[in-house]
């Protein structure tokens, strides 16, 4: 089997998730900023695979497979992290649960739908959710160590992330049904037309 350099990026974010669970239980500033430096450079990894993939052609099997796979596992496994810590508490959690909800259903629409040969593309606003997404994640990561670099009047970093966090779900709930109408709607076009 052929290892494209996008396949790699993405089996290296598969490799740093458990790096990353085991750094975030190390006390200290150190626990913070590991996690927080490792998350940061799996979520870069997701942005620079697919691109590179679209630039030299070398999209694939292996790379649709294991892509949104590896997005889920690191973003599920932050989640979980900051929730059995507390730093994601009480009605936040519920953001919390949003995002893990729409993760788990848009899997399972994908593969219904590639069943079907059927693709749904990404839009520009399920982008962006990711971008926030995935930015609010690493500012909760920071713990203390980040709310003393990030303190402004009563909005320090965990603050920042935790409003983040909330417009991520919100954007989710949105793109989630998009998806989801979108879906349904082309497999009963589908199913009509057989």
């Not at 953001?95 to 994908?110: D, K, N």
């Not at 793109?175 to 057989?194: F, P, Q």
């Amino acid at each position: 089997m052929k290892f494209k350099i996008p396949n790699i990026l993405t089996i290296g974010r598969l490799i740093i998730v458990p790096i990353f669970v085991v750094s975030f239980f190390v006390p200290g500033i150190v626990g913070d900023l590991v996690p927080f430096f490792l998350f940061v450079i799996a979520s870069f990894t997701d942005y620079l695979d697919g691109f590179l993939a679209r630039l030299y052609k070398e999209e694939s099997r292996l790379g649709e497979l294991l892509d949104p796979i590896a997005d889920k596992i690191l973003v599920s496994s932050a989640l979980i992290l900051l929730v059995m810590n507390g730093i994601i508490k009480n009605y936040e959690v519920i953001a919390a649960i949003i995002i893990l909800t729409r993760e788990i259903l848009i899997s399972g629409l994908r593969e219904f739908m590639a069943k079907k040969e059927i693709k749904l593309p990404v839009s520009n606003l399920a982008k962006f959710k990711t971008f926030i997404q995935m930015f609010s994640i690493a500012l909760l990561l920071t713990g203390e160590t980040g709310n003393k670099i990030i303190n402004f009047q009563d909005y320090n970093a965990q603050t920042i992330g935790i409003i983040l966090l909330w417009l991520s779900a919100i954007l989710t709930l949105y793109t989630g049904y998009d998806y989801l109408a979108k879906g349904i709607d082309t497999a009963i076009s589908d199913d009509e037309k057989s």
